[in-house]
T-cell receptor, first 111, second 113 residues
Framework: QQQVKQSPQSLIVQKGGIPIINCAYE??????FPWYQQFPGKGPALLIA?????SEKKEGRFTISFNKSAKQFSLHIMDSQPGDSATYFC??????????FGTGTLLAVQP | EAGVAQSPRYKIIEKRQSVAFWCNPI?????LYWYQQILGQGPKLLIQ????????DSQLPKDRFSAERLKGVDSTLKIQPAKLEDSAVYLC???????????FGQGTRLTVV
């Protein structure tokens, strides 16, 4: 119940494409859902986050879609660029303030 | 603003040896986290400090792992004795409050041979 399931494991898109990464959770006590971006040799960095009272949030080219009834949320990257190539992690946080991370998606954006 | 500093960046040790990692959080951040990231997986929380007190260490293997945060600033994570399965990147993160955004350091890559 504490898991966050993430898919796909890897993704290749062409420059300008819209990669979509999906996550699902079981614990309805989760109330904060961030996405992290991690480049090789670096720590994860917060990209965008959403709370369950909102169905969509946009920041620049990054959009989170949230479906509370299905307990699913996804990250969309508009007009993807080679510089977006990284590993993306979804996460969820509940009352204990502990972040539970997904298994990650390795994104490659080809020029 | 300086980020979270960790050292060393890399460490290779033999199994059954001991190792220690150091973390200096962002100045003023009360909450400090240690995560373990095994290759191909997401980070897993090992221990969370609020100032110099432990908030959550439920996933810390206490028979071999220990951590402390003296004076509520720097922190050290120790493994003694190390096992092959401890090979991972150990990430330190800090946040202003327990509900605040967590900022991660670059991590220490540990290889146990």
């Amino acid at each position: 119940q504490q898991q966050v399931k993430q898919s796909p494991q890897s993704l290749i898109v062409q420059k300008g494409g819209i990669p979509i990464i999906n996550c699902a959770y079981e614990n309805t006590a989760f109330d904060y859902f961030p996405w992290y971006q991690q480049f090789p040799g670096k720590g994860p960095a917060l990209l965008i986050a959403i709370r369950p009272d909102v169905s969509e949030k946009k920041e620049g080219r990054f959009t989170i879609s949230f479906n509370k009834s299905a307990k699913q949320f996804s990250l969309h990257i508009m007009d993807s660029q080679p510089g977006d190539s990284a590993t993306y992690f979804c996460a969820a946080r509940g009352a204990t303030n502990k972040l539970i991370f997904g298994t990650g998606t390795l994104l490659a954006v080809q020029p | 603003e300086a980020g979270v500093a960790q050292s060393p960046r890399y460490k290779i040790i033999e199994k059954r040896q001991s190792v220690a990692f150091w973390c200096n959080p962002i100045s003023g951040h009360a909450t400090l986290y240690w995560y373990q990231q095994i290759l191909g997986q997401g980070p897993k929380l090992l221990i969370q400090f609020q100032n110099n007190g432990v908030v959550d260490d439920s996933q810390l293997p206490k028979d071999r792992f220990s951590a402390e945060r003296l004076k509520g600033v720097d922190s050290t994570l120790k493994i003694q004795p190390a096992k092959l399965e401890d090979s991972a990147v150990y990430l330190c993160a800090s946040s202003l409050t327990r509900q605040g955004e967590a900022f991660f350091g670059q991590g220490t890559r540990l290889t146990v041979v």
